[in-house]
């Protein structure tokens, strides 16, 4: 004889210690059990995509940097790929590689970023987050060297990148290079068979392959299904083609192969960087392209494998110095769709984990 | 050492009667009254800065280190704080039970203190079912977690305090099984006698119940990893979420006098009390205290924390067979050697429990799993 | 044989949280020890040279925001002066646009970085505030020969060392960094 109960409407708010930003998740639960969920967002909304209509296309770059404003190098690397795409620049062979260096850097502090929140939303009490934070405090001084800023870097340029690395960057990327499997292995150490975490994570939140591929998931979210699918080994942008790395892919699509593939990403970032060190080579680091350029009447869409997921950018140029239309395609509201369908039928713990275990980041989802 | 006869001889009727404390019984009461009122302010405001400044070590930074040198008096900046904040109750609450329900949580958890021995015969009143009275004592605490949770007004807080008055009951069962182990050892529930039968510290001779009595106590105090109804990520601060001023701050001291509490009893019932070799014995019973609280925080630091289910589930599938194996190995043990334990069933005990856990862990399943909705 | 499950994998987890009891904790005191900035930072003000300055407001046509104002008149010589040169440091999101664009090199990026103030009118910065003085000096950022004289990053690899080089004013430090 079953009990007779009634579902109740819980407001996971926008304003909460762990929702990874202003998301509010409007739950149905029925005791402990989510039934089921609606996701509104928009609290972050500041309208970039109006605002770069109204500068220059160098002066876009700033407002991309605040996108998803843990990853800023990807962010503007993506948009100045749109740009080049629609004006026909090339870019110096050093700035490639500078590019790609500061793109695998800025994918290792952003999955550290992302693995700590999650650990925290399961509960381990900021332990593993400030152990690696202390990691992408390293990143962040290494950024910080190269263009001044440690959040928000206005680095890449139509043409190259703005300023040339300084004499004490390789030295201390090389010092840091060397010592960042040995901290992965210790996360790997504290977290990794913990069986409290293999309970929490393992089987919980499960996206199946079919629907990852049909909601057009990215990222290691779609990798953790099972999907091997990379943009920087499928449609190489930049010089990826020239270095030697591998995708890691989960089996199941549970919160614990996310974690894992983003961990095993993490040393394969370092191993791209150790290549990209080596053929390094000289020359200029920026073309030359006028300062306010008008590129031709057109439209180019240029996207890029970012830290959380496929980052695209549609440009539609009329010939003037500002963009007629920037749209883009943030990877973050893409993977946020699945969320409702991972959700159901766990617990509100679950559904905390799982939240976490996608990685957001309320910027691009708000735009 | 007339204390400890006087109180032995006396036995159960009477509590123990000291004929050379002047003025007799009261005056007795009066001076253990005050010594452990200070013991336990001063301890729980050392346990506090302990555990910031432990916390802070074991992730690579400093603990607070501003307030009075070396931040000693960070927990006296704390309570100053807390006290002169405003005093919130929610509109819509009872009045009443949300006035009551700090009060209800934290006088049983100072209760307890009456019966632990701080050093040969030290202790307010030596009843002859200590034990027994500590864990009667520590299911009101729940009582009052429910009233606060209910008293909120607040669906966060209800369900924060309705996780927490299942997680309590249920692992109240493990935790008396594995005392009832030491019991057995020991032949008395007296807490005093406890300590003096431990010539051998009983966490050798009872390792599988130790291990099950600190999980259990964990839980029933709501440290990781079964803080789930203070899980700041989940429910914000689940059932003292409306609470501010003064009776947060009581809440927050429940919470450091559980653990003193519980900490002052694993010393007592596993790691032989005040007993030790050089120092005096009120020393030692500081010290086995605060490394019990180290590992209490060291183990909050490192794991993550459980989901409701998997906590009763864990409690009634896995603590319970173990302790109900654990109490009838013991009760064979002491049927076939009558006349004392020898040392070589400490080796016997620890190959039991490492057989008992390897066994458990590969056959039971932590609970829940998706519901169809 | 693998031993998942049975208590390994958070004993061996604790094993690392307890070892870095030992290690030096990555705590930087401020106020009393402070981190050399990059010698590039982009600190959140802005320093004009009045002499490098010929008011062709490539600088104010830069800005993503728009933060600067410039007002000109014509002088003999066939030059502008400039009369006003205002920057609202409160809208300024610090990303150096201006400070790449300026084709005479006036205009330099801060180096400091602790400039808040108490009151919104004193963030709008006139020519007189914005002139380079002992509290305001410039850094590296798209000058060269700026950033050659500046003293290099500490980073946090080097951290060690620069704190034994840093004079500590925090008397009650015990012995073994406590």
């Known amino acids: 004889m079953a009990i007779k109960t009634e579902p109740f409407v819980l407001n996971l708010g926008p304003v909460h210690p762990s929702t990874h930003g202003v998301f509010r998740m409007r739950t149905t639960l029925d005791g402990e059990v989510v039934v089921d969920m609606e996701p509104v967002f928009g609290y972050l909304h500041r309208g970039i995509e109006k605002l770069a209509e109204e500068r220059t296309y160098t002066g876009v770059i700033p407002l991309t940097d ?25 870019v110096p062979e050093r700035a490639e590689y500078l590019r790609v260096i500061m793109a695998e850097l800025q994918r ?20 593993p987050i400030l152990y690696m934070i202390r990691e992408r405090e390293k990143i962040l001084d290494l950024f910080d060297m190269v263009c001044g800023q440690r959040l928000t870097y206005n680095y890449m340029r139509v ?26 292995d210790e996360y790997d150490r504290l977290l990794e068979k913990n069986e409290i975490l293999l309970v929490r994570a393992k089987g919980v939140g499960i996206l199946p392959k079919e629907l990852a591929i049909n909601i057009s998931a990215g990222g290691p979210v779609l990798r953790g299904s099972g999907v091997k699918w990379d943009i920087r080994k499928a449609d190489p942008y930049s010089v990826y083609d020239r270095f030697e790395f591998d995708i890691p ?12 593939v983003r961990i095993e990403e993490m040393r394969q970032s370092v191993r791209i960087i150790k290549q990209a060190m080596e053929q390094l080579p000289l020359g200029a680091v920026k073309s030359e392209v006028p300062h306010l350029i008008r590129p ?42 699945a969320l409702r369908d991972m959700v159901r039928g766990w617990k509100v713990a679950d559904a905390i984990a799982t939240f976490g275990s996608i990685d957001i980041c309320m910027g691009e989802v708000d735009r | 050492m007339t204390i400890v006869e006087t109180s032995l001889g006396l036995g159960g009727r009477l509590a123990a009667l000291p004929p050379d404390w002047p003025g007799g019984y009261w005056w007795h009461w009066l001076v253990f009254v005050v010594i452990i009122l200070i013991f336990v302010v001063v301890m729980v405001m050392a346990f506090i800065y302990m555990e910031r400044r432990g916390l802070g070590r074991l992730q690579a930074r400093l603990g607070p280190n501003r307030a009075g040198p070396f931040g000693i008096l960070q927990p006296v900046a704390d309570a100053i704080k807390v006290l002169l904040k405003e005093d919130i109750i929610p509109a819509k609450g009872d009045k009443l039970v949300h006035w009551l329900a700090p009060v209800v949580a934290f006088v049983p958890a100072l209760m307890i203190f009456a019966v632990i021995p701080f050093q040969d015969g030290a202790l307010l009143v030596d009843l002859n079912i200590g034990i027994l009275y500590i864990v009667a004592i520590s299911s009101v605490a729940a009582l009052g977690v429910f009233m606060a949770g209910w008293a909120s007004n607040n669906k966060f807080s209800l369900l924060g305090a309705m996780r927490d008055v299942a997680q309590v009951v249920s692992y109240e069962i493990p935790l008396i099984l594995s005392i009832a182990g030491v019991v057995l050892v020991a032949g008395s529930l007296s807490m005093n006698k406890i300590v003096e039968a431990q010539s051998v510290p009983f966490i050798l001779l009872q390792p599988l119940g130790f291990l099950i009595f600190f999980m259990a106590a964990c839980a029933e105090v709501n440290r990781t990893p079964f803080d789930l109804l203070e899980a700041e990520s989940e429910i914000v601060a689940g059932f003292h979420t409306e609470y501010s001023g003064m009776k947060f701050a009581l809440f927050y001291l429940v919470e450091y006098t559980e653990v003193l509490a519980l900490s002052a009893i694993i010393t007592t019932l596993f790691l032989s009390g005040w007993r030790g070799p050089l120092l005096p014995p009120f020393l030692w019973f500081l010290i086995k205290v605060v490394a019990v609280f180290f590992l209490i925080f060291w183990v909050r630091s490192t794991i993550p924390r459980l989901r409701i289910d998997q906590v009763m589930a864990f409690a009634w599938k896995c603590l319970l067979p173990l302790a109900l194996i654990n109490l009838f190995i013991t009760g064979l043990e002491i049927v076939a050697l009558p006349d004392g334990l020898p040392w070589f069933l400490i080796f016997v005990n620890i190959a039991i429990m490492a057989v008992l856990i390897l066994l458990w862990s590969r056959f039971f399943r932590l609970g829940g799993g998706r519901v169809e909705v | 044989m693998k031993f998942e499950r049975y208590g390994i994998g958070i004993a061996k987890g604790m094993t690392v949280t307890f070892r870095h009891l030992f290690r030096k904790p990555v705590t930087t005191q401020y106020p009393e020890e402070r981190l050399t900035v990059s010698r590039r930072t982009r600190g959140n003000e802005l320093i004009w040279s009045k002499e490098k300055c010929t008011g062709c407001a490539t600088c104010a046509k830069t800005c993503p925001q728009g933060v600067i104002e410039i007002i000109t008149s014509r002088g003999e010589d066939n030059n502008y002066i400039v009369e006003k040169f205002e920057v609202d440091t409160g809208y300024c999101i610090s990303c150096g646009l201006c400070v790449e664009a300026c084709p005479y090199d006036a205009l330099f990026m801060g180096y400091a970085y602790e400039r808040a103030k108490y009151c919104r009118g004193e963030l709008m910065m006139a020519k007189e505030d914005l002139l380079l003085s002992d509290e305001k000096q ?41």
């Open chain 1, 66 to 90: 605040r996108l998803d404003y843990l990853a800023s190098m990807s962010n503007n690397l993506a948009y100045v790929l749109a740009v080049e795409k629609l004006a026909g620049t090339t």
């Open chain 1, 108 to 127: 290792i502090a952003s999955h550290l970023i992302a693995v700590g929140a999650f650990l925290n939303d399961c509960g381990a009490f900021m332990t």
């Open chain 1, 159 to 184: 043409g190259g990148v703005s300023h040339d690395i300084p004499d004490e960057f390789l030295p201390a990327l090389d010092k840091f290079v060397r010592r960042m499997p040995g901290f992965i």
């Open chain 1, 249 to 260: 892919t989960g089996t199941v699509g549970d919160c614990y192969d996310r974690y894992r």
């Open chain 1, 296 to 337: 031709p009447v057109g439209e180019a869409y240029a996207h890029i494998e970012a830290p959380k997921g496929e980052l695209g950018f549609y440009l539609v140029s009329d010939n003037s110095i500002a963009p007629y239309r920037c749209a883009i395609r943030a990877p973050s509201l893409i993977n946020l769709t």
């Open chain 3, 138 to 178: 410039p850094s590296g950022y798209a000058r060269p020969e700026v950033e050659a004289a500046l003293p290099q990053q500490t980073l946090l690899l080097d951290r060690a060392e620069y704190l034994d080089k840093v004079k500590k004013r925090w008397d009650l430090r015990l012995p073994f960094g406590f």
